[in-house]
């Protein structure tokens, strides 16, 4: 297996990308529940916090902190994506195949940032937070269900109206609507 170059803190706290192979699929919210309980089985099995997290329809965005003294997010993320793939086979929804026989449902690799500082993790959380306005989902941050922007409000960290509105969010995406909190 390569080892890719990536920064490893022990006990770090880190902002992720993670995307599907088929950037129009609507997987990951059409199986959210799915999604979160292989996030819960996973959580169990080896640790981590989740700082703040963003479900879209083809990615997701997720800040973690992860225990004293271990580094290990890509085999949480691994361990993620197998379960989540593993699942869904289980309950009979298509996947497609790639020419080696493998699953195709998620991209190889993700993205990773080691968050920095107090200044660099509240810009990443806001840009989790806002990024369903930004990919035209929805108008409003508030709007969006499958998002820790709600347990923020909920925890009186920000304002339920935080990031104001976007222009005609549903033109980009008509007649798109969902359920939930990541």
Not at 78 to 105: M, S, W
Not at 118 to 132: G, K
Not at 144 to 151: A, E, I, N, V
Request: glycine residues 10%.
């Amino acid at each position: 297996m390569v080892l890719y170059r990536r920064n490893r803190v022990a006990g770090g706290t880190y902002f992720f990308t993670v995307t599907l192979a088929d950037r129009g699929s609507l997987v990951l919210t059409e199986q959210v529940d799915v999604l979160r309980g292989v996030v819960r089985r996973v959580r169990a099995a080896r640790p981590f916090e989740i700082v703040a997290m963003v479900v879209l329809p083809e990615h997701l965005h997720a800040i973690w902190t992860l225990p004293e003294g271990d580094a290990d997010y890509s085999g949480r993320w691994r361990a993620i994506k197998a379960g989540f793939t593993h699942d869904l086979v289980g309950r009979g929804v298509p996947l497609a195949r790639n020419g080696k026989g493998e699953y195709d449902l998620w991209q190889r690799r993700f993205w990773e940032h080691t968050v920095r500082d107090e200044t660099d993790l509240a810009r990443h959380v806001e840009y989790i937070h806002f990024n369903p306005v930004k990919h035209g989902w929805v108008e409003r941050v508030k709007d969006w269900p499958w998002s820790s922007f709600h347990r923020y409000v909920r925890l009186g960290w920000v304002d339920e109206d935080w990031g104001g509105a976007a222009p005609d969010c549903a033109a980009l995406h008509p007649g798109y609507g969902g359920e939930g909190e990541a």
